[in-house]
């Protein structure tokens, strides 16, 4: 599986963004794919995360309410559209994937084996 991420800039606080994750490659009913970012100076966090197929979306408890995991099944993406941004968003964002995930490990950095190149976002105040 290849991962292609984009989408990131610079935006001010309040501003909505939508990072987008091209995936290509042998993908399986079991693939999942998802979202974890990295800010300055921390260790690179999970954020949301679904099944390719479709079906139930999963979030950190910090992403509920502002960021919204969605596949776009013509295109092979996956998009993370985050609202109302806030300086603390601030950082490189990933998009991840792996053919072999179960539903207790798919918030699990180490659960996936595929990684986009990151795109950086910046939050300004």
């Known amino acids: 599986v290849q991962l292609q991420a984009s989408g990131g800039g610079l935006v001010q606080a309040g501003d909505s963004l939508r990072l987008s994750c091209a995936v290509s490659g042998r993908t399986y009913s079991s693939t999942a794919t998802a979202w974890f970012r990295q800010a300055p100076g921390k260790e690179r966090e999970f954020v949301a995360a679904?099944?390719?197929?479709?079906?139930?979306?999963y979030y950190a408890d910090s992403a509920k309410g502002r960021f919204t995991i969605a596949r776009d099944s013509a295109e092979n993406t996956v998009s993370l559209q985050i609202d109302n941004l806030r300086p603390e968003d601030t950082a490189v964002y990933y998009c991840?994937?792996?053919?072999?995930?179960?539903?207790?490990?798919?918030?699990?950095?180490?659960?996936?084996?595929?990684w986009g190149q990151g795109t950086q976002v910046t939050v300004s105040s």
């Open positions: 679904m099944r390719w197929s479709g079906g139930s979306t």
């Open positions: 991840a994937a792996d053919n072999a995930i179960g539903l207790a490990t798919i918030r699990f950095r180490s659960s996936y084996k595929f």
